[in-house]
T-cell receptor, first 114, second 115 residues
Framework: QQQVKQSPQSLIVQKGGISIINCAYENTAFDYFPWYQQFPGKGPALLIAIRPDVSEKKEGRFTISFNKSAKQFSLHIMDSQPGDSATYFCAASHYGGSQGNLIFGKGTKLSVKP | SQTIHQWPATLVQPVGSPLSLECTVEGTSNPNLYWYRQAAGRGLQLLFYSVGIGQISSEVPQNLSASRPQDRQFILSSKKLLLSDSGFYLC??????????????FGQGTRLTVV
């Protein structure tokens, strides 16, 4: 019940295209859903995050879509660029469980071809 | 502004040798602190978390231990390394906010290779 399932494992997109990464969860107590971006050899950095009281959040080319009833959330990267090539992790947490520790998906390696 | 320092960046250690990785946070007080491990092609696995000095919780049984001797210092240790301890170790911190989950800020990681 603590798992976050992420798909696909890898994704290849042409420059200018839309990258879509999906995550699903089981624990309805989760109240925070961030996406992290990680470049090789670096620590993950927060990209965008959403709480379950909204269905969508947009920051620049990055959008989170959240479906509470389906217990799913997704990351959309519009106008994908080669610089977006990285590994993306979804995560979820709830404060009542282990002090709000993040539960991560297994990651999606995105490659944007020029 | 807050910063997190983690060192060393890379480490090659023989099997059976001890390990000590250090992480310090600046610019904040009373943070929650975390140690994660990332194996190749896998997600981030939470190893330890701490909500205060001397308070350590372990998420998975393993050959490692953690300590928090000061408010903003978190140390990951092992008495005898195993080959399976190889991986990318990440320290992170978050704001200790009652009743609200918040983001975690990660260090740059330590690449540990046990040979």
């Amino acid at each position: 019940q603590q798992q976050v399932k992420q798909s696909p494992q890898s994704l290849i997109v042409q420059k200018g295209g839309i990258s879509i990464i999906n995550c699903a969860y089981e624990n309805t107590a989760f109240d925070y859903f961030p996406w992290y971006q990680q470049f090789p050899g670096k620590g993950p950095a927060l990209l965008i995050a959403i709480r379950p009281d909204v269905s969508e959040k947009k920051e620049g080319r990055f959008t989170i879509s959240f479906n509470k009833s389906a217990k799913q959330f997704s990351l959309h990267i519009m106008d994908s660029q080669p610089g977006d090539s990285a590994t993306y992790f979804c995560a979820a947490s709830h404060y009542g469980g282990s002090q709000g520790n993040l539960i991560f998906g297994k990651g999606t390696k995105l490659s944007v071809k020029p | 502004s807050q910063t997190i320092h983690q060192w060393p960046a890379t480490l090659v250690q023989p099997v059976g040798s001890p390990l000590s990785l250090e992480c310090t946070v600046e610019g904040t007080s009373n943070p929650n602190l975390y140690w994660y491990r990332q194996a190749a092609g896998r997600g981030l696995q939470l190893l330890f978390y701490s909500v205060g000095i001397g308070q350590i919780s372990s998420e998975v049984p393993q050959n490692l231990s953690a300590s928090r001797p000061q408010d903003r210092q978190f140390i990951l240790s092992s008495k005898k390394l195993l080959l399976s301890d190889s991986g990318f170790y990440l320290c992170a911190w978050s704001v200790r906010d009652r009743g609200l989950s918040t983001e975690a800020f990660f260090g740059q990681g330590t690449r540990l290779t046990v040979v």
